[in-house]
């Protein structure tokens, strides 16, 4: 593992391990990565193995000494309580709750109806051609960020980032999404501070280490 005992078990085009690789790298955090292939062999995330790190089957999963973390959100706030140097929430309560909403209308309003799982369903269980996906993909690629973009403008409280002029958790859920948006040609273009903060965040060096492309397992054979 690595040297703050933490491994990361995700996939390289996972938006949600996307997120917690932001955050480790953020924090200045060294840890291990191990792999789960979601789509070879049927997808290794509903292997017995992994079920018992994760009964869900889903991706990330962080293993800390004994303890094993699920769900992106709470293992960003979890490394953000345990590792107190280079904060990704703001110290006052109201900034953390606008953080917190910018976070959360991404991984509850945007990136669940788009998951990997959602899609197949929509192919399987109702017949769903790929164009007929790719629309259900837009539109609530569409909903969601209007709302994100709107926060974004509205209060000064967005500066260089999401929230200040430092990245954080809220620019750790923005940009992965972003990359689904884009991998899924959405258009951008109503969108200008979600691809002013987008690039900005792009150009440092924790957020190009945590790029998809850049993962040992990237485009891995499926």
Same mark, same amino acid.
């Given at each position: ?34 792999s789960v292939h979601l789509v070879r062999n049927g997808g290794e995330q509903h292997s017995e193995a992994y079920r018992k790190l994760n009964p869900m089957g889903l991706v990330p999963a962080l293993v800390h000494g004994e303890q094993v973390l699920v769900e992106s959100l709470a293992i960003c706030e ?14 006052? %309560?109201?900034?953390? $709750?606008?953080? /917190?909403?910018?976070?959360?209308? !991404? &991984?509850? @309003?945007? =990136? ?15 017949? %769903?051609?790929?164009? $007929?996906?790719? /629309?259900?993909?837009?539109?609530? !690629? &569409?909903? @969601?960020? =209007? ?76």
């Open positions: 593992m690595g040297e703050a005992g933490l491994k990361l078990y995700g996939y390289w085009r996972s938006s949600s391990a996307y997120r917690v690789r932001l955050a480790l790298n953020l924090k200045g955090l060294a840890y291990e990565q191990q979890y490394l953000d309580e345990v590792f107190s140097a280079k904060p990704l929430l703001p110290a006052n %309560a109201s900034e953390r $709750a606008r953080v /917190r909403s910018l976070a959360l209308t !991404i &991984a509850c @309003g945007i =990136q669940p109806l788009n998951n990997l799982a959602v899609l197949q369903y929509l192919e399987t269980g109702f017949g %769903a051609d790929k164009q $007929a996906v790719a /629309r259900w993909y837009v539109h609530w !690629i &569409a909903r @969601g960020f =209007q709302a994100v973009e709107t926060w974004l403008q509205r209060g000064g409280a967005s500066g260089d980032f999401c929230h200040g002029d430092q990245p954080g958790l809220a620019d750790c859920f923005l940009v992965p999404q972003v990359y689904n948006a884009e991998r899924f040609n959405c258009d951008l273009a109503p969108f200008p501070r979600i691809q002013e903060i987008t690039a900005r965040c792009r150009a440092l060096e924790a957020f190009a280490a945590a790029a998809p492309e850049a993962q040992p397992d990237a485009q891995a054979p499926a």
